[in-house]
């Protein structure tokens, strides 16, 4: 096992006016206090969210009902994590003041033993812990102990992590082996990864022993759900898969179930494999990874190609038109993946992390930060989405909110931490898995080192670093090598070196000097990608594709029919940068045939009447950006000649 | 509107060792039987049906509880239309005894007031024509009716069709304009082309005045059904237009709703345009007619595209692997073209009648006659389509029966009357629709002529006539010169003569001696067919034809993995007819390439290292005899160089 640090907050500062910088100020100026007043039920753009409402009831300030989701609670911790986030790189003492205040209200809310949550404190007091295959108390405990842990590591406040310490040890006397206890665990897992978090920011075992406690006893038999639904006369059928509870973690060798709850159990696993040395849920996570990422992702990084159970289904399954790919599956990928990052030294997850990142998780959420895919399927046919049933999930135009609304604070966090993603050290020196303007610092040799990287990263593939250090020291500055690279240079001072890559990581090992200049060039090309064979629904096609940026067609630049359009051999690619355009997100055109005849020809005609075509120029724009403009038909994979 | 008169029982003879006898043999020889034992529970290869004993039970003559669908009698009624046919063109004593004594059965059970369905005499006396929405009595009365009178035009005997006659004299007692009666119509349509059927066996005017008022009431305002749901208190959102109830019939001008009550609707609106010279109703007809067949039917006749509400969607939507194409839905389009082909001389009605016959209705049933399909899909990937929750209504393996039986004793009525559907006559001459051995007679010019029909088709498509009269006569024998057809000759006596089409028939009219040979030579060739350019499904893609028969691959023959092939532009076709394969169904062969990467390449690659590929020979089935043999994929459309 290799064992990496990921560099945090202390460790590292993005650079304004980056992609992802950009990114970050978006959800501060804007997603941030959007969210807020949602959960306020004071914006006027999106229907009532109820949560901070439901919490005030719980801690009997104001009379009324509880509304919303059972775990509408985690809405506002997913909020309070983005928050921390924010302050930990950007401090803003007004929306710390808020998040005080919020506290304290949680505070106020927690009952004397500890139990937090708010719809069972006003609406459900008799039902507590009776049903924690459904009922989401766990997930929402684990919410908002990532939410605590964040704030805490932000802001150095103690009182959100004390409030969600004593929720876990009121937990502790739930759960657990011993006589009395519930032998249990969450249908939704999450509280397994946060309780890592917050052994990791408080030091005490416990929490580790806890989380490794759920982890080992999921899909032991006698099954616990079958249990807990036996007790409270549930005869229903229920899929054990779908909560990954139809065998133990270890046992488990492809991806089953809802996509969004496996992601965080395999997170978690990496977790406990990481700190408990445990080479079986390693191998296990290991197992699991090639089957999601080899045989159930989209080239988007979505995952979750069913929306019944927002499941998994078999390999190869992967129809565009009713992908499900969970905006929240997509962030779950780029969690499991960074985790491995930590105890593998192995590109794949960096490529799928950054795959994911810029494509399926950033779809969704519109480019104002305020309208929102909760579904991000890779086709859409708006006539037909808006018809089929088995499409109903499909939406074809960006939501203001959800009922269910897990998506939208859970790009907030991601984002508001999207600096915990790019690098990580050892003792021999540190890794650069995404490129982003920002800087790296971090100890070797005894004294403190800056990475200082420079580039136009996802667009241009010509990064700069420069070393800043007081004395001349050696280390290894390990380079990411993206998958879609086909040929990578470096160079030192302007002077090529060969590139050793092992393991996806070129390694620049030497002793280095202040100001010593690294470049690493990724020449970027409009590629087309394949898929496997064996993905029906992608065959004959391909996808277009510049650097990690998967390319989309839409309607309101091409026109209707896409279906229609068959690249030429001959591609002609040309990549555009147009600040008047989409907000000045780039572009690509390339050359296409499409259809001539025109659409009231037979249903059913002979082939050669109806080849007809004409050549045309088609316009692509990234997958991410897809639906900011008018809404209309989007298509990701293309024929071609 | 030209009016033709379609030929009958007493008119056509099928010959034997021809593609419809054979078929018409197995009903009688195997299929009858079979679901004779099934309806009295003694086939020991199926589930009960029940259908038999609930009728005993109705007629109080053993004790016990209903069981099967409210429609369970349907099943039972069809099968006696079925025998009708049958023993119309070939007597059967034993046959008939059988048939006669569940007859008497009926009788029985009967009530005194004429009431006849057991499920409300059994199970709930109290409702009966509270829910006429959904609870079918209207559509199993339709079905007796139908039965009823195939039954008494076979045999003469009247009992039968008395039992009907009472039971719509009842009807008639519940449903009408006048006060106290129910203004409303079924939800699922049959009765009202039953009762045109009535009509014209038992000449009287009542039953046509009927089936014109369920037609015309239908859709009006206020909606019937909203007020049947009103007075039962049933809040439940019903889509109206599931059963075509949304606008009055003659405001419908796209297929909507429920594809098979859609068939039945559309066919008595025929019905009844033919015989009220309503201009207005057949305007609707023709309007439906185009949606239907230039925007919603698949290349198999299969109708239906949706398994919600095994509804009709949108314009082109037209999915491979999610088509719904109810058998018994089919077999509706047939009814409708028939019926269409009787008012309106044109080919298109008989080149989509050909169409379901020979693809989408053929399918159905398994080449012994006891096994079946209900849903008719395209494209077959069984471990997906046993997997995915939006593929549930595919079943990848034909079945021995269905808790829905519908589609089993349709096809069985509507092979066993197959003879009906091959010849028209006017007093101009005669019309030939479908192509098959057989024999017409009718009277022109005041004696008796026979025209006698030989040739292999649909496997060759060279057909000879024989005009065999007393007396030299002129008449015009009009031969449909199907749609598929590049190039048709005709020959009289040896003598090749100009072929003038009008309307898609050519017309030879001429003074007919005895003896007089006609020969229609319809080359056939192996097509590639392209659909529509907006069915997106099949962008790219062509199924192969050839005559009127739709192939497909299946993986019993060319391995799995079926969407990796691409047709080379060098088809190089072959047909073959071997009767050691397949009990002798012809197949084709033609040239293809397939992807020689191996299987574990990566999920997603550039394009330029994929492309090798391998040249194979693949072997295509007729459509209709797929999933004979081993069970495997199955696929249509297939992609072409």
């Not at 930590?342 to 519109?366: K, P, T, W």
């Not at 708006?382 to 939501?399: C, E, G, I, Y």
């Not at 005609?605 to 075509?613: G, M």
Request: charged content about 25%; some cysteine; proline content about 5%.
């Amino acid at each position: 096992m290799d064992k990496l640090k990921a560099m945090g907050d202390a460790n590292v500062t993005l650079q304004d006016s980056s992609f992802w910088s950009e990114r970050v100020q978006l959800v501060r100026e804007t997603v941030l206090p959007y969210q807020w007043r949602i959960l306020n039920d004071t914006e006027p753009d999106a229907p009532p969210s109820f949560t901070i409402r439901n919490l005030r009831i719980a801690a009997k300030e104001i009379d009324g009902e509880f509304n919303g989701m059972v775990f509408q609670d985690s809405d506002l911790a997913k909020w309070l994590e983005a928050v921390g986030y924010s302050l930990a790189t950007h401090p803003d003492k007004e929306l710390e003041r808020v998040a005080d205040e919020v506290i304290d209200l949680l505070e106020r809310a927690q009952e004397p033993n500890g139990y937090l949550d708010t719809y069972f404190i006003v609406k459900e007091p008799d039902k507590k812990w009776t049903n924690v295959r459904d009922w989401h108390e766990l997930y929402c405990a684990g919410h908002l102990i990532e939410g605590a842990v964040a704030y805490f590591e932000a802001t150095g406040k103690r009182k959100a992590l004390d409030i969600v310490c004593r929720l876990v040890t009121h937990i502790s006397t739930k759960f657990g082996p011993e006589p009395g206890k519930l032998m249990g665990y969450p249908g939704h897992e999450e509280i397994e990864l946060a309780l890592v978090k917050l052994y990791r920011a408080t030091g005490d075992y416990k929490y580790l022993e806890l989380s490794s406690y759920f982890i080992d006893e999921r899909g032991q038999e006698p099954n616990f759900f079958r249990m807990e639904a036996e007790a409270r006369k549930d005869p229903r059928h229920y899929n054990f898969a779908y909560s990954q509870a139809h065998v133990p973690v270890r046992e488990q060798e492809t991806a089953e179930g809802h996509s969004v709850r496996a992601m965080y159990l395999y997170s978690a696993m990496a977790d406990l494999a990481k700190e408990l040395d445990d080479d079986s849920l390693l191998q296990a996570c290991r197992k699991l990874w090639n089957n999601v990422t080899q045989k159930k992702m989209y080239i988007t990084g979505g995952i979750g190609s069913s929306a019944y159970e927002e499941a998994f289904t078999v390999d190869y399954d992967l129809p565009n038109d009713r992908a499900y790919t969970e905006t929240c599956a997509a962030i779950g990928l780029v969690f499991w993946a960074h985790r491995m990052l930590q105890i593998d030294v192995n590109a794949d997850y960096g490529d799928v992390m950054e795959r994911a990142l810029y494509n399926g998780v950033l779809s969704g959420m519109s480019m104002d930060g305020k309208k929102y895919f909760y579904v991000n399927p890779l086709e859409v046919w708006p006539t037909t989405a808006n018809h089929r049933h088995d499409m109903a999930s499909v939406k074809t135009t960006r939501q203001s909110w959800f009922g269910c609304a897990c998506c939208p604070p859970n790009i907030a966090r991601l984002l508001a931490s999207i600096h915990r993603y790019l690098y990580s050290y050892d003792d021999e020196g540190i890794y650069v898995h995404l490129y982003s303007n920002s800087e790296a610092r971090w100890e070797t040799s005894g004294q403190r080192v800056t990475l200082a990287q420079q580039s136009q990263y996802p667009w241009d593939g010509h990064i700069q670093f420069e070393v800043q250090m007081e004395r001349p020291a050696e280390f290894a500055t390990r380079l990411r090598i993206p998958g879609w690279t086909r040929e990578a240079q470096i160079r030192v001072n302007g002077h090529p070196i060969a590139v050793n890559v092992e393991n996806g990581y070129a390694t620049v090992q030497r002793q280095w000097n202040n100001g010593d200049q690294l470049e690493l060039i990724l020449p970027m090309h409009v590629e087309r990608v394949v898929a496997n064979k064996f993905v029906r629904a992608n065959a004959g096609k391909v996808a277009l594709q510049r650097g990690p940026i998967v390319y989309c067609v839409e309607e309101v630049d091409n026109g209707t029919n896409l279906s229609d359009i068959v690249l030429k051999k001959q591609l002609e690619p040309e990549f555009h940068v147009d600040k008047e355009f989409l907000q000045g997100v780039p572009y690509i055109t390339v050359q296409a045939w499409r259809s001539s005849l025109n659409s009231d020809q037979n249903l059913y005609l002979p082939f050669d009447e109806a080849t007809e075509r004409v050549s045309t120029e088609i316009r692509a724009v990234p997958y991410f950006s897809w639906c900011n403009r008018e809404p209309g038909e989007m298509c990701v994979w293309l024929r071609t000649e």
